[in-house]
T-cell receptor
């Protein structure tokens, strides 16, 4: 079956522009997670969805970051007024049990 | 103090060697523990879960010591294909976020 998919795979943008990243979880997975991995940094948690609600958004680094999930499926992560420090790989994961999380291939964001 | 700490390595070992990775975590209430593997420029993939009783999957053995808040991974008879970054991962509550260590890089040489 299909795994977690993310789009775009690569995104280059100019400082100050808004970007939208998309995640399609594994069909039937109710939990969806966003993480990011910066060069030389570990993976850091951003936000978690259970269905369409976000019980934990503690990892969002600033109010420039927002995410939504609709229909209990697709999620979008939006970064407004991008800064160079936003450059990272943004990873999405989904889970049916809340135990094992399956990761997508990530979106590599470069802010010039 | 980081929530999950690992030796970043790199560990450079010859084929056939046995290598051990260690990890400590700070939250004594943590509930679930994992080792993930991440290949260069790829997403992390679950290698194995870690239980207090210890668990083995082929050449891989994982161990959890709750009293010491310590997790280990042992790889026996290492293969070239084992070269990757190994991530120690903790989940503080079922269903919630994963907390990752920085990862330990392993390079297995012929």
């Amino acid at each position: 079956g299909a795994g977690v998919s993310q789009s775009p795979s690569n995104k280059v943008t100019e400082k100050g522009k808004d970007v939208e990243l998309r995640c399609d979880p594994i069909s039937g997975h109710t939990a969806l997670y966003w993480y990011r991995q910066s060069l030389g940094q570990g993976l850091e948690f951003l936000i978690y969805f259970q269905g369409n609600s976000a019980p934990d958004k503690s990892g969002l680094p600033s109010d420039r970051f927002s995410a939504e999930r609709t229909g209990g499926s697709v999620s979008t992560l939006t970064i407004q007024r991008t800064q160079q420090e936003d450059s990272a790989v943004y990873l999405c994961a989904s889970s049916s049990s809340g135990y094992e999380q399956f990761f997508g291939p990530g979106t590599r964001l470069t802010v010039l | 103090r980081k929530e999950v700490e690992q030796d970043p390595g790199p560990f450079n070992v010859p084929e056939g060697a046995t290598v051990a990775f260690n990890c400590t975590y700070s939250n004594s209430a943590s509930q679930s523990f994992f080792w993930y593997r991440q290949d260069c420029r790829k997403e992390p993939k679950l290698l194995m879960s870690v239980y207090s009783s210890g668990n083995e999957d082929g050449r891989f053995t994982a161990q959890l010591n709750r009293a010491s808040q310590y997790i280990s991974l042992l790889i026996r008879d290492s293969k070239l294909s084992d070269s990757a970054t190994y991530l120690c991962v903790v989940n503080d509550n079922q269903g919630g976020k994963l907390i990752f260590g920085q990862g330990t890089e392993l390079s297995v040489k012929p």
